[in-house]
């Protein structure tokens, strides 16, 4: 019988969970994390048309690094987040809740139209669990429930 590992829905196998089923919750908990932040640096590029090239020129760096880092395989600073950050016009907004804690986010919405789209939208999902969504508004969050 093959060796088998299931991770967030996903099942390993062989090899490949031997290694996995080594690696400590922490562990998995630093590379979930890492992968949001490269994710969401990949977005925020993209839907600024911001390119690879171009991040690296404004971060004196090369292609290769921003590459790295966008493949969420850099063990980034929080200077170097910072520097990114910066470079691109932006800025982080953080929230730390408990796992246990039910909150999803979608992203940053950015103009009214969009908040109440997304607000009526949200409100619709029906959900096997209450969850809720924090949509930003004038600095501050309003709290959403779900149907």
Known sequence: MPRTLKINGVT???????????????DWDYFRFADTISDLIAEYM????????GLAERL???????????????????????????HLDAKPEVKIVSKADK?????????????????DWWRAMPRSSKTTMLIPSDGECEKVEAA
């Open 46 to 53: 993209d839907k600024h048309q911001v390119t690879k090239a």
């Open 12 to 26: 390993l196998y062989g090899d490949l969970a031997d290694v996995a089923a080594r690696i400590s919750p922490e």
């Open 60 to 86: 004196g760096t090369s292609r290769a690094f921003v590459s790295k880092v966008l493949a969420g395989n850099a063990n980034m600073t929080l200077k170097t987040l910072s520097r990114i950050l910066h």
């Open 103 to 119: 909150v999803q986010w979608l992203g940053i919405v950015t103009s009214e139209f969009r908040r109440g789209t997304v607000r």
